[in-house]
């Protein structure tokens, strides 16, 4: 579903031939908003001025959208990653995404108000519930991207061609002569019955538009296959087709909207009903068939047929335009379906607004914009790579990039002001009139002459520096996500030191670009911030808060004021529109404002949940610290363990072994000695022996043998090893054994574990009163859990300290004087040595239950007999 957004596309996903992705690229120039623009500025200024402007714009569409489709399909890239590389830095490409989300929210706003009006008219459907329909009906099919868009353009494209060229073929067959009819329409404007060069400039204005049309198609165009010997002739058709040669079919449809609007007006068809593509198609079908009801399903299926064709990619390629702005903006990136839909949102805003009615003034104002960005992209592509200012590749990584460049945004930037103030008609008529060809032009001549300036200086911050053993990989591991991406898509991060994927690059928060500001930068940065008259007098950080701020206020400035010139000129009565009333007028400004809080909104909430992900890997980092520090504070702790051991071992055993030796001797020669005597002798016969149990106890640990398992039944192994355990004086045992279970197990070293559990036990009853002789009970069950057999031992003893509980498993730690501290831990390492598991519940003053799970190697079937008695073990007994 997210079909690469935000990053190349890679060579195994692009498995499509080069016919289904000029087919599903050249799907899109369904859209009869082409028709509209043609009738609207022939409507307006006449034949003799729409037609010429027509034809240079469509030339001039060719020539500055050749070379953005070779490079995007040289690099497999979208618009808004070409725009990087291409003069405008990761950064300031945001704007441009901005610019081109636009286009694709006003086309499917216009788009899916002409499907409106012909659902309107054939189903009576109310036109604000047109509007709703025609959005949702996009998103399913959108929703899965590129693979169910070809689908669908594959399987209309046949209808579509035939019901789009069959009217025409029968007008020209019926009545040749309407073409006379064409050529000598005059528009409604004055002056308009022959050219007039002031009325061939606004249209131009109006068409220029169109040229952003290049960026739904390279959208596509990236998913070409690479270009080789054998494909290269294939390659190249496939791209002029795909890309330029979209404008060929365009313009074709834009002259037929001309013909169709000047048909549908001396039909007696009214002006504003005229430019209207349902009702131009109803005209066309009236010359293939008279039956009225026959005419308008055709007229109807098609115009359907059409805008679902169009506004699937609109949807798609607006989808991509906002995720690679918000991603920026917000380093958060919630999926390219949630912007489809976002996109989808504005467009039935705008529908709302009347998009449609104003047509030509949105359009006027924004290809103003739209072509400013075009020409600075133009003149790289064209003049800059070739003179080497620019770099002979496209980078579109953020570990490469400056964040600006102004070779691209200060070209845009001069040509947009320059070219809305000549629109607003401050510089006069012509300037006015040709406010959109001055925009590209300057653009062009400013582009180059900044990048002859700086050298292109600001187009690679920093060079590629993958490490030479995955230079020569196809593909890579990102450290960040873990997955695996083909090497063109990754970059080297020296903040998180290793190979990092473009997404990830693009979406991480805490680097603040460390790998493109070499030691000596941020050290004259640091410097100027912090010396200086005027810089000691503000807080820290304030300058450069202040330029955030600056740079955001004239963008959202601009944008405001870009809404309301639209207004502005919607009032002007010369401008051919009716005037309307101030509640009216506010009604829509208020409409259209509403797009820029929408847009602020998703700015808002990404950002916080931006800034909450951020906060999450910082607890998340500063837990695996912690458990990283604990790791190796226990690694320190066996390493002393270790070498404790082997110093005990070689120290003490033979001076151990002489003391058993003599004490054994001793109590030989001195049996009749007196009691005094022989209880000293027992003393020292205990502590010898306690501290032999110790050194192996520090042996066991240290040694970690492999668990030797073999089945064992699991009642009567317990039961045998209480047997041979010896309950202290006022110790009562007890004794429920029912888990009927055979489980793989090492004998010798689970009895260590067992044992040393019992003897725990023992000792808390004893501790629990220690000015009393011990009593107590100590319960020893076994149950199945699931797969896994279970024994608990418990006991009403002294428990544990709450402030202890998280301390029983570490070694070398013990609360009793006489403890080494290496019980505990060695249980849970025999039991995980078997693949189970362990748990210790326990109450400061109240007792202990320690249950330990093994896996069960097989359930033994249970037989028609009474359960196992319960064994009661009264104080002192063996049992």
Not at 47 to 66: E, H, K
């Amino acid at each position: 579903m997210e079909d690469y957004s935000l990053r190349y596309a890679a060579k195994s996903f692009r498995k499509w031939k080069s016919f289904v992705i000029v087919n599903t690229a050249l799907g899109g120039i369904s859209f009869l908003a082409l028709e509209a623009i043609g009738g609207a500025i022939t409507l307006s200024y006449g034949f003799s001025n729409a037609i010429p402007a027509i034809l240079v714009v469509c030339v001039l569409v060719f020539i500055t959208n050749l070379p953005i489709s070779y490079y995007s399909s040289r690099y497999n890239i979208d618009m808004d990653l070409l725009t990087r590389g291409a003069g405008f830095g990761y950064i300031g490409s945001t704007i441009t995404s901005v610019i081109y989300a636009c286009f694709t929210f006003i086309f499917f706003a216009l788009e899916a108000a002409i499907m409106a009006q012909a659902l309107e008219l054939y189903f009576s459907l109310p036109i604000v519930v047109g509007y709703i329909v025609s959005s949702v009906v996009i998103i399913p099919i959108t929703f899965f991207g590129f693979t169910l868009i070809s689908r669908l353009q594959l399987f209309t494209q046949p209808i579509w061609a035939v019901m789009l060229i069959a009217p025409y073929l029968f007008i020209y067959y019926k009545e040749p002569e309407v073409l006379s009819s064409w050529v000598s329409f005059v528009g409604r404007r004055e002056g308009a019955d022959g050219f007039n060069y002031l009325y061939f400039g606004a249209a131009t204005g109006v068409l220029f538009s169109l040229v952003v049309q290049i960026g739904e198609q390279v959208d596509y165009l990236r998913f070409m296959p690479d270009k080789t010997e054998h494909n290269r002739v294939k390659w190249w058709l496939a791209v002029i087709s795909a890309g330029p040669g979209w404008i060929i079919i365009g313009g074709l449809k834009i002259l037929a909207g001309s013909l169709l609007t000047v048909i549908a007006i001396n039909s007696g068809l009214g002006l504003a009903d005229a430019v209207e593509p349902i009702h131009m198609y109803i005209k066309a079908y009236e010359y293939v068939s008279a039956d009225p009801w026959i005419v308008l399903t055709a007229a109807t299926i098609f115009v359907l047929i059409s805008q679902v064709k169009i506004n699937v990619t609109n949807a798609y390629a607006g989808s991509l335009a906002w995720s690679n702005f918000y991603s920026r903006i917000t380093h958060y990136h919630p999926g390219r379906v949630v912007w489809l839909v976002f996109n989808i949102l504005i467009s039935l805003l705008l529908m709302l607004l009347g998009v449609f009615e104003t047509l030509e003034i949105v359009l006027a104002v924004y290809s103003n914009i739209a072509i400013a960005w075009i020409g600075a992209i133009f003149a790289d592509l064209t003049v800059l790579k070739p003179l080497r200012i620019s770099p002979s590749f496209v980078e579109f990584k953020r570990a490469h990039l400056y964040n600006f460049n102004p070779v691209g945004c200060g070209a845009m930037a001069i040509a947009s002001l320059l070219s809305l103030t000549a629109f607003a008609g401050i510089l006069g008529p012509v300037a006015e009139a040709y406010s959109a060809a001055l925009s590209l032009s300057v653009s062009f001549v400013a582009a180059i002459a900044i990048g002859v300036v700086t050298k292109g200086k600001y187009y690679i911050a920093r060079e590629d520096a993958l490490p030479e053993s995955i230079e020569g990989q196809k593909s890579v591991r990102c450290v960040i996500c873990n997955y695996v991406y083909e090497t063109p898509d990754m970059a080297y991060c020296s903040f998180y030191e290793g190979p990092i994927c473009s997404l990830c690059c693009s979406l991480d928060a805490h680097c603040h670009d460390v790998c493109k500001r070499p030691a000596e930068v941020q050290v004259a940065r640091e410097k100027w911030r912090g010396h200086g008259y005027f810089q000691r007098l503000i807080p820290p950080n304030m300058t450069q808060r202040l330029a955030k701020f600056l740079g955001i206020f004239v963008a959202l400035a601009v944008v405001m004021a870009a809404v309301f010139l639209v207004a502005y000129r919607i009032m002007e009565l010369d401008g051919g529109i009716e005037q309307i009333d101030n509640a009216r007028l506010l009604t829509r400004v208020y409409l259209a404002s509403l797009v820029l809080i929408c847009m602020g909104a998703w700015w808002i909430v990404l950002s916080h949940e931006s800034r909450e992900l951020a906060e999450h890997d910082l607890v998340t980092s500063l837990e695996t610290l912690t458990e990283t520090r604990q790791e190796l504070m226990q690694s320190e702790r066996l390493a002393t363990i270790g070498q404790l051991t082997a110093t005990v071992s070689h120290e003490l055993r033979n001076p151990l072994g002489t003391l058993v030796s003599s004490v054994a001797v001793l109590n030989k020669y001195l049996s009749e000695a007196e009691p005094e005597v022989r209880d000293e002798l027992e003393r020292m016969q205990r502590n010898t022996w306690r501290c032999v149990r110790i050194i192996e106890d520090l042996l066991e640990f240290s040694l970690d043998k492999d668990v030797q398992a073999r089945p064992v039944e699991f009642d009567r192994w317990v039961a045998l090893q209480l047997d041979e355990q010896e309950m202290p004086d006022g110790v009562t045992l007890r004794t429920d054994l029912q888990s009927n279970a055979t489980v793989m197990m090492d004998s010798e070293k689970f009895r260590q574990a067992f044992v040393n559990l019992v003897q725990n036990a023992h000792q808390a009853i004893a501790l629990r009163d220690s000015d009393q002789p011990p009593r107590g009970e100590l319960n020893i069950r076994t149950r199945v859990n699931g797969e896994m057999a279970e024994v608990s031992v418990s006991d009403d003893g002294c428990g544990i300290r709450p402030e202890n509980s998280a301390k029983i498993f570490r070694p070398l730690f013990s609360t009793k004087a006489f403890g080494v501290g290496l019980g505990l831990p060695l249980v849970k390492r025999i039991v995980e040595g078997h693949g189970g598991d362990m748990d210790v519940t326990s109450e400061w003053g109240k007792g202990t239950i320690v249950k330990v799970r093994l896996p069960v190697a097989g359930v033994k079937q249970t037989q028609e007999k009474e359960p196992p008695p319960t064994v009661r073990t009264e104080p002192g007994d063996a049992k």
